[in-house]
């Protein structure tokens, strides 16, 4: 049951920071092209979209490592001690600087707006600001305290952060976080340019750049997978393969509904949508993490348990010598 929890858990932790990555990207984007062209309306609403998402991601974050510390405290312990107490302090800094421009950017603007004040372009400096460090400091963290909680061999000695981002398996782990982040923030851009109350034409300007921005990112997710699935522990890719039963069923359950995603996808970047067209895509996204977070679980689970069972006998070889 705790297992369960633990995926369901995690999935909605990794969409809520998905949302909250890359969104300020497009909102800063928005902004630009508004500033010099006339005000877009779709800049504010997704911004303090951005900025609910890191709160949720964070509490959702939180749960999510009390459940696994129930599982492998003893694994993640030693992951965590690799790198310096300040790391994890200067990360709770930066959530708080992202989500300070984030909410920041919104209030400033919707009340030069309501004032009917000139906005500067430059405002677009926050939400960029608030995505880059997010992505920068977040994605590449949790990767290393997941593969290295792994590696035993690791394990008692200083980890440098910006040396381990050099890792092929952690810059695969980011890079394919980074391309799901576009994706989510695609359809977050269609979303509101169908929920937001502004013509026609406009709506369908931002469906359209929305799709195709997480059509592009998806079909290049396809790409860093496979790239990923030939630098993951060796162990992990044998799990996935057919090596368990559980992680087999959930990446191939991963790849067919990563299928379904690209035909919905399609459907959004070539033609009009509607809001349950979109809701059908989000729906089929979050299968394809749901599963794709369950056969890494498994897969992470089945390492685990095989440290822990080789510990065990040299323990037991140790006190019989």
Same mark, same amino acid.
């Given at each position: 049951?705790?297992e369960?929890?633990?995926v369901?858990? $995690? ?5 809520a920071? %998905? #949302? &909250?990555?890359?969104t /300020?990207?497009i909102? +800063?984007? *928005?902004?630009w092209?508004g500033a ?10 997704l911004?303090r979209?951005?900025a609910?998402a890191?709160v ?5 974050g939180?749960?999510?490592l009390?459940l ?8 993640l ?5 690799l790198?310096?107490?300040r790391?994890?302090?200067?990360g709770?800094?930066?959530?708080i600087?992202?989500w300070a421009?984030?909410?920041g950017?919104?209030r400033a603007v ?6 009917d004040k000139t ?5 677009? $400096? ?6 880059? %460090? #997010? &992505?920068?400091?977040? /994605?590449?963290?949790? +990767?290393? *305290?997941?593969?290295?909680g792994t590696r035993?061999?690791s394990?008692?000695k200083?980890l440098?952060f910006?040396?381990?981002l ?5 810059g ?8 799901a982040?576009a994706?989510v923030?695609?359809l977050?851009l269609a ?12 709506a369908q300007?931002?469906?359209?750049a929305?799709g195709?921005?997480a ?9 860093s ?14 799990? $996935?393969l057919?090596g ?5 069923l959930g990446f191939?359950?991963?790849?067919v ?10 459907s959004?970047a070539?033609?009009e ?8 895509t989000?729906l089929?996204l979050?299968?394809v ?10 897969s992470?689970?089945l390492i685990?348990?095989q440290?822990?069972n080789e510990?065990?006998?040299e323990?037991?070889?140790e006190l019989s010598?």
């Open positions: 049951m705790l369960l929890l633990s369901l858990v $995690l999935t909605a932790h990794l969409l920071m %998905n #949302l &909250a990555t890359a /300020p990207l909102v +800063a984007g *928005l902004h092209w010099t062209r006339g005000r877009d309306p779709l800049a504010v609403p911004a979209l951005s609910q890191i949720v991601g964070v509490l959702l939180v749960v999510q009390a696994a510390w129930h599982d492998h405290a003893l694994l312990q030693q992951a965590f001690e790198l310096p107490v790391r994890y302090w200067f709770a800094t930066e959530l600087f992202s421009c984030l909410v950017y919104a919707a009340t030069r707006q309501a004032a906005v500067s372009a430059w405002w677009a $400096l926050l939400p960029f600001a608030a995505a880059t %460090n #997010l &992505a920068y400091h977040f /994605p590449p963290l949790f +990767a290393m *305290l997941g593969v290295y035993p061999e394990w008692g200083p440098s910006v040396a381990a050099g890792d092929p398996e952690i695969g782990l980011w890079l394919h976080f980074l391309l982040s994706t923030a695609g977050a979303w509101c340019a169908l929920r937001t109350k502004q013509p026609d034409h406009n300007r931002g469906t359209l929305g195709r921005i059509l592009g990112a998806t079909v290049l997710q396809l790409v997978g496979l790239h990923l699935l030939s630098v993951v522990d060796e162990r992990a890719r044998d799990s $996935l057919g368990d039963l559980f992680g087999t191939a359950a991963a790849l509904a990563t299928v379904m995603l690209l035909h919905r996808l399609a959004i070539l033609a949508t509607t809001l349950a067209e979109l809701r059908g989000a089929t979050m299968l993490v749901l599963c794709m977070v369950g056969s890494l679980q498994a992470r689970r685990h348990n440290i822990l510990e065990k006998r323990t037991t070889s010598l």
